[in-house]
């Protein structure tokens, strides 16, 4: 079972910034890491990605505030999420695919909080 690792979520001001990691295993080939986040209620919605290449895909809510990078030799992925808002409050779940069954991966959830 691959198995990613995600840190740094918490709580912060409006305005404020954080950075998430993940971390995939390093002996397995990962094609596009990413971060998507779920509102109770609604469906999980991607938030930025990146593959192999460095090519990037953001929604339209995040774009110019958050920046999405990864380490390919450490198979870490970064979001670095700056000017949050209220709403950008929710669970991030880091994403990535890979040769491994079941081909997708999911990490365990990190919240994010971002205090009025």
């Known amino acids: 079972q691959v198995q990613l690792v995600e840190s740094g979520g918490g709580l912060v001001q409006a305005g404020g910034s954080l950075r998430l990691s993940c971390a995939a295993p390093?002996?397995?080939?990962?094609?596009?890491m990413g971060w998507y986040r779920q509102t109770p209620g609604k469906q999980r919605e991607l938030v930025a990605s990146?593959?192999?290449?460095?090519?990037?895909k953001y929604a339209d809510s995040v774009k110019g505030r958050f920046t999405i990078s990864r380490d390919n030799a450490k198979n870490t992925v970064y979001l670095q999420m700056n000017a949050l808002k209220p709403e950008d409050t929710t669970v991030y779940y880091c994403?990535?695919?890979?040769?491994?069954?079941?081909?997708?991966?999911w990490g365990q959830g990190t919240q994010v909080t971002v205090s009025s």
């Open positions: 994403n990535a695919d890979g040769p491994m069954y079941p081909y997708v991966y």
């Open positions: 390093v002996s397995i080939s990962i094609n596009t």
């Open positions: 990146i593959n192999s290449g460095g090519v990037t």
